[in-house]
T-cell receptor, first 116, second 112 residues
Framework: AQKVTQAQTEISVVEKEDVTLDCVYETRDTTYYLFWYKQPPSGELVFLIR??????QNEISGRYSWNFQKSTSSFNFTITASQVVDSAVYFC?????????????FGRGTQLTVWP | EAQVTQNPRYLITVTGKKLTVTCSQN?????MSWYRQDPGLGLRQIYY???????DKGDVPEGYKVSRKEKRNFPLILESPSPNQTSLYFC???????????FGPGTRLTVL
């Protein structure tokens, strides 16, 4: 079965703090894809990153970085020097390439609040 | 502008009154999908379509129908809505199964 767990329901930090959002996934597929999406208070869903199972390199994009570790089935997201504009709900998602191809499984999301 | 559009954006209806939420994309994407978002549950997939005339169930298909007669359109049909279908609905599309999805702005549905 495919499953994504985001154990942190809510996180609050003060501006300029670093924060890590955890994502743990379960899959039996050898090939799969992981995604992160952001949902700001305005409600739209914004794509942040895609990672396939064969690429374990960490990725950095400005203040954002992602740590993919197959050994622990985790795909964690770190925001460095957080800003108020980072306040949003963040979703991690999984797509396998096996029998559930076509299905996309989301975690329940982490509400991040960054205080000024 | 490349986009996914949904209509209506807001809808209040009553139990049992059939409704359709339209979804259209202008990016020539093969793959389209519907999700519902409920507090504490994240997004759950309702139906998806990998191409014209090809649709399949997601996690929560009960009470919903879809069709894909044209590549650009993927309407969501509630034949007999019930209060437990009160939710925020998102349509999404992607060029294929492996790339990121582009989401519509969402439709907030209330069934009384």
């Amino acid at each position: 079965a495919q499953k994504v767990t985001q154990a942190q329901t809510e996180i609050s930090v003060v501006e300029k703090e670093d924060v890590t959002l955890d994502c743990v996934y379960e899959t039996r597929d050898t090939t799969y894809y992981l995604f992160w999406y952001k949902q700001p208070p305005s409600g739209e869903l914004v794509f942040l990153i895609r990672r396939n199972s064969f690429d374990e390199q960490n990725e950095i994009s400005g203040r954002y970085s992602w740590n993919f570790q197959k050994s622990t089935s985790s795909f964690n997201f770190t925001i460095t020097a957080s800003q108020v504009v980072d306040s949003a709900v963040y979703f991690c998602a999984l797509r396998g390439r096996g029998s559930t191809l076509g299905r996309l499984y989301f975690g329940r999301g982490t509400q991040l609040t960054v205080w000024p | 502008e490349a986009q996914v559009t949904q209509n209506p954006r807001y809808l209040i209806t009553v139990t049992g009154k059939k409704l359709t939420v339209t979804c259209s994309q202008n990016m020539n994407h093969e793959y389209m999908s519907w999700y519902r978002q409920d507090p504490g549950l994240g997004l759950r997939q309702i139906y998806y379509s990998m191409n014209v005339e090809v649709t399949d169930k997601g996690d929560v298909p009960e009470g919903y129908k879809v069709s894909r007669k044209e590549k650009r359109n993927f309407p969501l049909i509630l034949e007999s809505p019930s209060p437990n279908q009160t939710s925020l609905y998102f349509c999404a599309s992607s060029s294929d199964l492996y790339n990121e999805q582009f989401f519509g702005p969402g439709t907030r549905l209330t069934v009384l």
